[in-house]
């Protein structure tokens, strides 16, 4: 089987769905997208189980827009429903606000907190001060003391990641905001969305395209030679897979979720309730919080965090963003020959899927403007 195309498209996740889209409608491309899975839609992929409750297979997607121009472009694919996401953090048994506010503040430590300033002189009694927090543990010791990191933090990240705060970039537990108001939602952006009928039926949409053909079940690497490609090759993989392991491999955090499906309407009052100081698991969600589904029945996931398995979290220590950086030199070369590497996986970087496909959009314009000088 010889495969000739325009556009080589490695992975059928958020960003090959968009390129594949981009390029097939905008340019009138061919487009092949080669997919390991048997299924599109990356880690957003969601499913109906047998009792016909949809589930997100990899874990919660949450999703939300920074900006309009993203949403407007997805919204060429889907309806959509709000996603006004609640998680609670379960301490000594007792359910609190998370992200921390002035309520989880009040209550655990027992306090009335008036307003932001209050809160703040509050938490001066009680914060480390460090000037410049160069980890995960220093950064939330800075922001909110001893008391808050060792119950809602420390243990979360050490089981979630496999190491000590105190190795991670502060970027990890900096991704959760803080506040001082009393804002009960998991995210800060204003735009939270859900698509109405789920993410996989929204790439399902973005690449019904009779340009784009989709190879299912297949890995890349054992097809490589059959394909030929005309103009450009977008590789949303592991790097260093692409680079055969030149310089080592790169460490990923992996998860298992167990699935349990209960005939009732709810099990829980919020979507996701997070267990920091007990159990293996770190957190439970029951997504039809979100995706509002009537159904007589619902799925509750748990989520294991692992060291073997299918990537899901790059782990930014000091030892794995030194070997990316090695890669990333070898990926910026690769530019010359048309191929080039976009998404989680291939930049190595903890995104969120509006960001990916923000980014997507943006390596789009950019081979389109090349493209034009192609020809
Ligand atoms: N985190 C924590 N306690 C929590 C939730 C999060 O310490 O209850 C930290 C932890 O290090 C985690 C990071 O914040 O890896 C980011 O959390 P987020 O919920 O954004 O993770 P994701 O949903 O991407 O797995």
């Not at 694919?77 to 606000?97: Q, R």
């Not at 890669?327 to 989680?344: A, D, P, V």
């Not at 996986?345 to 000088?373: M, P, R, S």
Request: glycine share 4%; with cysteine; proline share 3%.
């Amino acid at each position: 089987m010889k495969i000739n195309t325009e556009v080589l498209i490695i992975g059928a996740g958020p960003v090959g769905c968009v390129m594949a889209e981009r390029f097939s409608n905008d340019l009138k491309l061919k487009c092949t997208i080669i997919e390991s899975r048997n299924h599109i839609a990356g880690n957003c992929y969601d499913e109906y189980n047998k009792k016909g409750v949809l589930y997100h297979k990899y874990g919660p997607h949450y999703l939300r827009f920074k900006n309009k121009k993203t949403l407007n472009y997805l919204s060429k694919f889907t309806k959509w429903i709000e996603g006004n996401y609640i998680v609670k953090s379960v301490v000594n048994k007792k359910l609190y606000s998370f992200p921390i506010n002035l309520d989880t503040l009040e209550e655990f430590f027992n306090v009335k907190l008036k307003s932001k300033q209050h809160a703040i002189n509050f938490l001066k009694k009680k914060i480390v001060k460090i000037k410049k927090p160069k980890n995960s543990e220093e950064l939330i010791l800075s922001k909110l003391g001893k008391e808050i990191y060792e119950n809602f933090y420390k243990n979360y990240t050490t089981k979630q990641w496999g190491i000590s705060p105190k190795k991670l970039d502060k970027s990890v537990a900096g991704r959760v905001p803080i506040r001082f108001n009393r804002n009960p939602f998991y995210v800060n952006e204003k735009l939270k969305l859900m698509p109405k009928k789920g993410f996989t039926n929204l790439f399902k949409n973005m690449i019904n395209n009779s340009k784009i053909s989709l190879i299912l079940n297949t890995d890349y690497f054992k097809i490589k030679n059959k394909i030929s490609v005309k103009y450009f090759t977008i590789y949303t993989g592991t790097p260093d897979r692409f680079y055969d392991f030149k310089y080592g491999k790169l460490d990923w955090r992996s998860l298992k979720f167990v699935f349990n499906t209960y005939k009732k309407n709810y099990i829980q009052d919020y979507v996701q309730y997070n267990y920091p100081n007990d159990y293996k698991f770190t957190r439970k969600v029951e997504i039809k919080h979100v995706t509002k589904q009537k159904s007589k029945y619902t799925v509750i996931s748990k989520e294991f965090p692992q060291k073997v398995g299918e990537p899901y979290y790059p782990i930014m220590d000091k030892k794995n963003k030194i070997t990316f950086k090695k890669y990333e030199k070898l990926m910026n070369t690769s530019s010359k020959k048309n191929i080039y590497f976009e998404g989680r996986l291939a930049k190595y970087k903890y995104f969120n899927t509006d960001e990916v496909i923000e980014n997507a959009l943006h390596l789009y314009k950019k081979l389109k403007y090349k493209f034009k000088k192609l020809k």
